[in-house]
């Protein structure tokens, strides 16, 4: 009996031991299930993970999903089965994994999850600005904005308030050039910043003036006597001139304050009522909103009566001529003159007749002989000097 009671007392003995032996040991927890990473805000990502029995806290591990090995991971440990981790890197890829924890040790890693950081939507920029640099260029500039990948710089003519006919450039810089405007011309200018979130609000407006080069001397600059006391100026178009002025005066007299000016937005203009028979000098410039060029070559004209022109003949019936040639303004009348060769070959000028008609008939030429025409205008005591030649041709 003793020995059985004794043996009953060693049984409970040793289940006590065992008892109190096995409370005292934990469990290595097991890795955490269905782990999962959200961006829900700009530059953070939520991770969340279902609660492991035994554990006592967890660890969450991340890194660039382009930066291999455990030494690039960054970690945060919580007693929480979710956590947000902010500050991260815009428009990157991020990896997650989590371990369980307690006293006994820790648990295999999670899966590992990954999710995109997003950039908040950008602030509109600010301190903008907007210089004339050159001809027809702007130079505008913009103070940087964090979070911005691009921006882009509209533009449009201030007179035109619509989109249609709105121009805009991208850019990663902070400031653009633009080229190839309008010159003499108001633009407004504005700037947004972007990135993959979105634009932002546009700047605030900055107006600027866009102005042409100094235009270039104006280049084959003409004078011709064209009436009685008239003479008629004219030379080539000038890039970026919205305007000339023509300077004339005496060529024996050219003090400043004989020197006289007409402003013109043409490239031909006819001086009249100049004094009869003098010879004047004329040069151009050419001017724009930025300012005037230099002076045109200086050309010289009379005015007198400008010679006929257009001067044609041809035979009309035996020992006869048809002449006729272009009005001449100013001129009172004709003088008519043919040039022949004698019996020796030599060339002879005589006068035929003096006319007011710009179309004759000339009588009592020699047949068979070869003529050419010549013809004045004149006006008083004033003649013109010879037109061109009509050309040889055979009296019938």
């Known amino acids: 009996m003793k020995r059985f009671f004794y043996h009953l007392f060693s049984v409970m003995l040793i289940s006590l031991v065992l008892f109190v032996s096995c409370s005292d040991v934990k469990i290595i927890p097991a890795e955490p299930q269905n782990v999962t990473a959200i961006a829900s805000d700009p530059c953070c990502i939520d991770v969340s993970w279902d609660a492991v029995y035994g554990a006592t806290s967890y660890v969450v591990y991340y890194r660039l999903s ?10 945060i440990e919580t007693e929480s089965t979710y956590i947000r981790i902010e500050e991260l890197i815009g428009e990157k890829t991020y990896d997650f994994w989590v371990i369980a924890k307690n006293s ?8 590992v999850v990954s999710a995109k950081s997003y950039f908040p939507t950008p602030t509109k920029p600010k301190n903008m600005t907007v210089t004339a640099s050159g001809f027809c260029c702007m130079d505008v500039s913009w103070d940087a904005v964090d979070s911005a990948t691009c921006y882009i710089v509209y533009y449009r003519l201030s007179s035109e308030d619509n989109d249609e006919n709105l ?4 850019t990663e810089k902070t400031f653009i050039k633009i080229e190839n405007l309008i010159g003499d011309k108001t633009y407004d200018f504005w700037v947004t910043a972007k990135n993959s979130t979105g634009e932002s609000d546009k700047s605030n407006v900055v107006s600027a003036f866009s102005y042409f080069p100094t235009p270039t001397e104006p280049q084959n600059v003409k004078a011709t006597a064209s009436a009685f006391r008239c003479i008629n100026v004219s030379w080539n178009a000038v890039d970026c001139a919205t305007s000339y002025v023509l300077y004339y005066c005496l060529s024996a007299d050219d003090s400043e304050e004989n020197l006289q000016k007409i402003e013109t937005e043409k490239t031909f203009i006819k001086i009249e009522n100049l004094i009869d028979d003098e010879i004047y000098d004329f040069w151009v410039i050419a001017k724009n909103s930025t300012g005037e060029s230099d002076r045109s070559n200086i050309v010289s004209a009379k005015s ?3 010679a006929p022109t257009a001067l044609y003949a041809y035979a009309q019936g035996t020992g006869c001529a048809r ?3 272009s009005l001449v303004n100013g001129a009172n009348s004709y003088e008519l003159y043919a040039e022949e060769r004698d019996s020796s070959g030599r060339l002879k000028e005589k006068t035929l007749l003096k006319t007011t008609s710009t179309t004759n008939i000339v009588l009592r030429l020699t047949s ?11 006006r008083g005591t004033k003649t013109s000097g010879y037109s061109l030649g009509s050309g040889w041709i055979i009296i019938h």
Do not use: H
């Not at 068979?368 to 004149?378: C, D, L, T």
């Open 66 to 75: 382009s930066e291999y090995g455990e030494e690039k991971s960054k970690k």
């Open 104 to 111: 006994t040790g820790e648990s295999d890693r999670s899966d």
């Open 167 to 170: 121009q805009k450039i991208e």
């Open 304 to 306: 007198c009566l400008p």
């Open 323 to 325: 002449v006729s040639w």
């Open 368 to 378: 068979g002989q070869r003529y050419r025409f010549y013809v004045k205008a004149v």
